[in-house]
Nanobody
Framework: HVQLVESGGGSVQAGGSLRLSCAAS????????MAWFRQVPGKEREGVAA????????YYADSVKGRFTISLDNAKDTLNLHMSVLKPEDSAMYYC???????????????????WGQGTQVTVS
């Protein structure tokens, strides 16, 4: 129903910035919420930032509040994550997720999302 493609990952020094983008295609009008998750090997996928498609109810993990900003360009069907003051502990594979035609109770829970991108690696040294 929808396809998600992330871009913008890479390597950066601590204190630097990166911007991740997630291009959505397909039946995007039925997307109810979108989110960024991250995962490191051996750990559970962690909700980083999320928002309703109408812009309401934005969620940030405590570890990224004040440093990361999520935004949705509805005209371009693109979800962005601007990351600043990056820390080595921000290193992870970052995934874009969409809740398509689905009721959402918890924006930060992976089970709430039914479409996922392939991921983009972020490495902070």
């Amino acid at each position: 129903h929808v396809q998600l493609v992330e871009s913008g990952g890479g390597s950066v020094q601590a204190g630097g910035s990166l911007r991740l983008s997630c291009a959505a295609s397909g039946r995007t009008s039925s997307i109810d919420a979108m989110a960024w998750f991250r995962q490191v090997p051996g750990k559970e996928r962690e909700g980083v930032a999320a928002m309703w498609a109408n812009g309401a109810n934005i969620y940030y993990a405590d570890s990224v509040k004040g440093r990361f900003t999520i935004s949705l360009d509805n005209a371009k069907d693109t979800l962005n994550l601007h990351m600043s003051v990056l820390k080595p502990e921000d290193s992870a594979m970052y995934y874009c997720a969409a809740a398509w035609d689905k009721d959402i109770n918890f924006l930060d829970k992976p089970d709430e999302y039914n479409y996922w991108g392939q991921g983009t690696q972020v490495t902070v040294s």
